[in-house]
C-alpha cells in the first residue's frame, strides 16, 4: 500500500518538475550563455535523454540514497535539507502542541457547559478560526505584536546576533543540551508569533471535533454510573470521558498534519522561517530541479508516514479497531 | 455548527396541504435550512458578496485600478473608505472587485473538480475491477500530497497567473469529490431498487443516470459548499506568493501579499483584503454545515 503510493508519488513530481517551463542548464548559466554552452551542460546533465531514462536514473540515484545536487549551492539535497527540516518540524510540532492543548480544551469546555454562552462562545472562536487564512492572521500578528506592541520578534528563528551553534538543528534541543537558556528563550520567543498562526486552524477543527466527540460520550451508560457513584467532574471528563472520545481526534490530528506541512509553506514565507516550504519555495523560483522533485518526495513521504502512524495508533487507543482482517 | 437542530416539519405539513401541493423531500429541506440559523447567516454572507461582486461598477466612485500619485497610502476616510495602496488607488474598490475574482475562481475551480471528480468516482464505483483500483490508487496518491504543495507544483509547471491557479485548485480538490462519489455509489448500487432496475433489465447507462447519480448528490452538494471556501482560501494563497493573480489584478491575495511593506506605516491596506477573505470562507463553512445538518445528518460528525 506504501510501496506503490510512493512510486506513483515520485513519478507525479518527476514528471511535473520536468514539465516546468525553462532549462535549467539556461539558470545555471545565466540568461547570457551561449545557446552552445547550454548545449553542452545539458547533455553532461544528461537533459537530452528520453524522459522514462531519466526518470529511471532519478529512481536509481533515490534507491540508493542519492536525492541530487543542488545547482544552487552546488550540495547534495540529502545534506542541505536536515536544518530545513528540523526547523518545519520543530514549528509544526509547537504549532500542533498549541493546537492540541487550546482545541481540546475549548471543545471540553464547550461539551460540559453545552448550550451555554461559553460553549456557544468558543465555537463562534473555533469557527472563525476555521476560515482564517494563515496568512492574513500571520500579518496581522506581526502588526499588532510584532511593530504596534514591540513584545514578540516577528522574523527568524533566533537574533542573529546571539552567539549560538546548532548541532541537532532543533534549536530548543540544541539550547538545552548546551544548557543556553538565553537562545532558549530567544527560540521560544521567535516561534510563538508563527506557532500560533499556524495552529489555529488545527486548534479549531480540533475545538469543534472535541466537542462533539465529547457529547456524544458524556451522554453514555457509564458517564453516568460515574456520576451516580460520585467521581468528580474533573475526573469524569479528562479520565473517562476524554479517553473515549479520542480516537476521532486523533484522526483529525493525522489529517491536520498535513495541512500544517502546507500551511507551512505560507508561515514561512511571512516569518521567514527557514524551513522546508521556504526552501522549496525558492528552489522552485531558481528552477533547481533536483531540489524540488526531492523536496516535494520528502515532504511527501513524510506525510504519508504520519498518516501510517495515525492509523496505527487507532489500534492502540482503540483496541476494537484491527488491521489485516478486511 | 449544530446547536440548533432543525425539526423536520414532515408529519403536519403532508397532512395538512392538499393533494396538488404534496411536499417533496426537496421541499422539506428548504423549509428546514431556512430555519437553520447559521445557514442562514452563511447564505446572507455569500450573497452579500454575490452581490457587490455583481454591482461593483454602479457602486464605486473610483475604478480598482485608477492611480492617484497624490493619494498615496491614505488612511480610510470619507472618501476612501477603506483607504488607499501605495499606489493611491481606492482599496475598497479592489477588495470589491477582488470579491468577483475570488467566487470566479472558486466557483469554477470546484464545479471542475466536482465533474471529474464524479465521473471519475463512479466509474470506479460501478464499474470496480481494475478501473476502482486504478481510480482509487490515483486518488490515494493526490491525496499523498499536501494540498498547497501540489498546487504549487502544478502552477509552477503551467506558469503562474489565476487560471492556472484555477486549474490547479480544481486538481488538488479531484480525489475529494472523486471518493466521496465513489463510496456513494458502492452504498447506492447495493440498494434494492438498483436490483429491481437490473433484474427488468435497465441498461447501465440508464441505472447511473436515473438511480445512481439523483441519489449520490445530496453528500456532494455539501461538500461542495465547504469546498467552495477552501478554494477560495487556497486561491488566495497561490495569490499571496505570486503564483496565482498577477498585478495589477486586485486579488486578495495577492493585495495581501503586497501590503506587507506597508504593515507599519499602513495597516489598513492589510486590514480590510484579509477581513473579505475570511468572510467569504467564514459564509460558505457556515452553509456548508447547515446544508450537512439538513440534508445529510449522518455526515455530521
Do not use: C
Request: hydrophobic share 50%; glycine share 8%; proline share 5%.
Amino acid at each position: 500500500m506504501l510501496i506503490p503510493v510512493l512510486i506513483g508519488m515520485s513519478i507525479i513530481t518527476f514528471f511535473i518538475v520536468h514539465a516546468i517551463p525553462g532549462s535549467p542548464a539556461k539558470a545555471i548559466l545565466g540568461e547570457r550563455a551561449t545557446p552552445e554552452a547550454v548545449e553542452r551542460l545539458e547533455k553532461s546533465m544528461g537533459l537530452n535523454d528520453p524522459l522514462y531514462i531519466q526518470y529511471f536514473r532519478y529512481l536509481g540515484n533515490i534507491l540508493q540514497g542519492d536525492l541530487g545536487t543542488s545547482v544552487k549551492t552546488g550540495r547534495p539535497v540529502l545534506e542541505e535539507i536536515g536544518p530545513y527540516l528540523a526547523a518545519t518540524f520543530e514549528l509544526a510540532l509547537f504549532a500542533m502542541l498549541i493546537a492540541i492543548f487550546f482545541g481540546v480544551n475549548l471543545g471540553i469546555i464547550s461539551a460540559w457547559r453545552h448550550n451555554s454562552t461559553v460553549d456557544y462562545g468558543s465555537m463562534v472562536i473555533a469557527l472563525i478560526g476555521v476560515s482564517m487564512p494563515v496568512f492574513w492572521l500571520g500579518l496581522m500578528e506581526q502588526w499588532i505584536f510584532a511593530q504596534e506592541l514591540d513584545w514578540l520578534p516577528s522574523n527568524g528563528r533566533m537574533d542573529p546576533r546571539m552567539f549560538f551553534e546548532p548541532i541537532t538543528h532543533f534549536y530548543f534541543l540544541d539550547a538545552l543540551i548546551q544548557g543556553n537558556f538565553y537562545a532558549l528563550q530567544d527560540a521560544f520567543n521567535h516561534i510563538l508569533l508563527p506557532a500560533v498562526a499556524l495552529g489555529t486552524i488545527p486548534m479549531a477543527i480540533i475545538a469543534r471535533m472535541t466537542r462533539s466527540s465529547m457529547l456524544e460520550v458524556m451522554r453514555s451508560d457509564y458517564i453516568r454510573t460515574a456520576r451516580a457513584k460520585g467521581v468528580g467532574e474533573t475526573l469524569i471528563i479528562y479520565k473517562h470521558a476524554l479517553k473515549n472520545a479520542f480516537i476521532p481526534i486523533v484522526t483529525v490530528f493525522g489529517l491536520q498534519m498535513g495541512l500544517l506541512l502546507g500551511g507551512a509553506i505560507l508561515t514561512e514565507t511571512i516569518f521567514s522561517w527557514p524551513g522546508v516550504g521556504r526552501y522549496l519555495y525558492d528552489a522552485i523560483h531558481s528552477r533547481d530541479y533536483a531540489v524540488v522533485q526531492s523536496g516535494i518526495l520528502v515532504v511527501a513521504t513524510i506525510f504519508v508516514v504520519i498518516n501510517l502512524i495515525v492509523d496505527l495508533l487507532y489500534a492502540y487507543i482503540d483496541p476494537r479497531i484491527q488491521y489485516g482482517k478486511e | 455548527m449544530s446547536m440548533n437542530a432543525p425539526t423536520m416539519p414532515n408529519q403536519e405539513s403532508v397532512t395538512e396541504t392538499k393533494p396538488e401541493q404534496m411536499d417533496s423531500p426537496f421541499r422539506d429541506s428548504m423549509r428546514a435550512l431556512l430555519r437553520h440559523r447559521s445557514a442562514m447567516i452563511g447564505g446572507g454572507i455569500i450573497l452579500f458578496f454575490i452581490l457587490i461582486a455583481l454591482i461593483a461598477p454602479l457602486l464605486l466612485p473610483f475604478g480598482y485600478n485608477q492611480i492617484d500619485a497624490d493619494a498615496r497610502l491614505q488612511a480610510p476616510s470619507a472618501e476612501h473608505w477603506f483607504g488607499t495602496d501605495d499606489f493611491g488607488r481606492d482599496i475598497f474598490a479592489r477588495v470589491i472587485y477582488g470579491a468577483r475574482i475570488s467566487l470566479w475562481v472558486g466557483f469554477f475551480a470546484i464545479t471542475g473538480s466536482i465533474v471529474v471528480g464524479s465521473v471519475l468516482g463512479l466509474i470506479a464505483g460501478f464499474y470496480g475491477g481494475w478501473r476502482d483500483t486504478l481510480i482509487s490508487r490515483f486518488f490515494d496518491i493526490l491525496l499523498a500530497f499536501p494540498a498547497i504543495l501540489l498546487a504549487i507544483a502544478i502552477v509552477a509547471m503551467l506558469g503562474p497567473g489565476l487560471e492556472n491557479a484555477m486549474y490547479a485548485i480544481a486538481i488538488i480538490n479531484v480525489p475529494t469529490f472523486g471518493r466521496l462519489m465513489r463510496s456513494r455509489v458502492l452504498a447506492v448500487k447495493q440498494e434494492d431498487y438498483v436490483l429491481a432496475a437490473r433484474a427488468i433489465g435497465m441498461k447501465n447507462s440508464r441505472i447511473l443516470f436515473r438511480h445512481i447519480l439523483p441519489n449520490s448528490w445530496t453528500p456532494i452538494m455539501v461538500q461542495g459548499t465547504l469546498g467552495f471556501a477552501t478554494a477560495v482560501l487556497e486561491a488566495a494563497a497561490l495569490g499571496f506568493i505570486g503564483m496565482g493573480a498577477q498585478p495589477p489584478e486586485p486579488e486578495w491575495g495577492k493585495m495581501l501579499s503586497d501590503s506587507r511593506a506597508f504593515i507599519q506605516s499602513a495597516p489598513w491596506t492589510m486590514v480590510f483584503p484579509g477581513l473579505a477573505i475570511m468572510l467569504t470562507v467564514l459564509g460558505f463553512n457556515l452553509l456548508g454545515d447547515g446544508l450537512r445538518d439538513v440534508l445529510d445528518p449522518r455526515m455530521k460528525q
